[in-house]
């Protein structure tokens, strides 16, 4: 489904101008570039969500953010991505607060140990899989809420006249339980992508090789523009996909 000029990637005040986001997994390095992504291109409100978020947690990113992207507006958010109620209440606190929700991401949550106990597998298949799982039970209606004019009263606020919302999976390989957890978290994508067709919400996910430092490595920025993308516009047409961004160790 195309976008209307509410939602054009070529708007001039950014492809993302005037969209209220979350982002889960918003304290390691990838969620926190995945939120510089974002206001960068002109996101209204970013939900910064994680477990072990705190009033320091998110300082610097805020502070950085405060400057170089004034008008966006960064919201710590405690949140246990495997509880399902307090994934209800985030929707609702989002709504009552600006009225309309565009963008979920679910960025991975830290890395798990080389050689994992049962524990530590089921804990790492919660956090990848039931992220989006929950995720896609509840967002889409909360997006396919409209905004008039008559509630636009925070900065770089838009209307919103078009269903519109992009869910955005971010699986990353890694140690024996984060592989088996990123397969999940796909087939949780898979398995969502045709209740949502036909509706004006997508959900893609983003196959992330390793990031970090060292030769062969990709950078959070580089994840973190491709789910820009998937987030805009740009991507009206790509539902269900799996890109996988690893610099092509995949395929080598």
């Known amino acids: 489904m195309d976008t209307t000029e509410d939602f054009s990637p070529y708007r001039?005040?950014?492809?993302?101008?005037?969209?209220?986001?979350?982002?889960?997994?918003?304290?390691?390095?990838?969620?926190?570039?995945?939120?510089?992504?974002?206001?960068?291109h002109g996101a209204a409100s970013i939900y910064?969500?994680?477990?072990?978020?705190?009033?320091?947690?998110?300082?610097?990113?805020v502070t950085s953010l405060s400057?170089?992207?004034?008008?966006?507006n960064i919201i710590p958010y405690p949140f246990n991505v495997t509880a399902e109620d307090?994934?209800?209440?985030?929707?609702?606190e989002v709504l009552?607060?600006?009225g309309r929700l565009d963008v979920w991401i679910c960025a991975p949550p830290p890395s798990t140990v080389p050689s994992p106990t049962a524990d530590d597998?089921?804990?790492c298949l919660q956090a990848h899989a039931l992220a989006p799982f929950f995720a896609l039970r509840h967002a889409p209606p909360a997006m396919g809420k409209l905004l008039t004019a008559a509630k636009l009263n925070y900065p770089n606020a838009a209307p919103k006249g078009q269903v519109y919302g992009s869910v955005v999976v971010v699986a990353g390989r890694g140690g024996p339980a984060q592989t088996v957890a990123a397969h999940a978290a796909l087939g949780v994508v898979r398995a969502g992508t045709g209740a949502l067709r036909g509706t004006g919400v997508r959900v893609?996910?983003?196959?992330?090789?390793?990031?970090?430092?060292?030769?062969?490595m990709g950078s959070p920025q580089e994840i973190a523009r491709v789910a820009g993308f998937l987030a805009s516009g740009f991507s009206s047409y790509v539902n269900g996909a799996n890109l996988v961004v690893d610099g092509g160790a995949s395929s080598s």
């Open 204 to 216: 893609n996910c983003i196959g992330m090789g390793g990031v970090g430092e060292g030769m062969g």
């Open 96 to 98: 009552a607060a600006f």
């Open 12 to 40: 001039s005040d950014g492809k993302l101008y005037g969209f209220v986001c979350v982002v889960t997994g918003a304290s390691q390095p990838v969620g926190q570039a995945i939120i510089k992504e974002l206001a960068a």
């Open 67 to 72: 400057t170089s992207h004034p008008n966006t």
């Open 121 to 123: 597998l089921t804990a």
């Open 48 to 61: 910064a969500c994680d477990a072990a978020t705190t009033p320091s947690t998110y300082l610097p990113l």
């Open 86 to 92: 307090e994934t209800l209440t985030l929707i609702d």
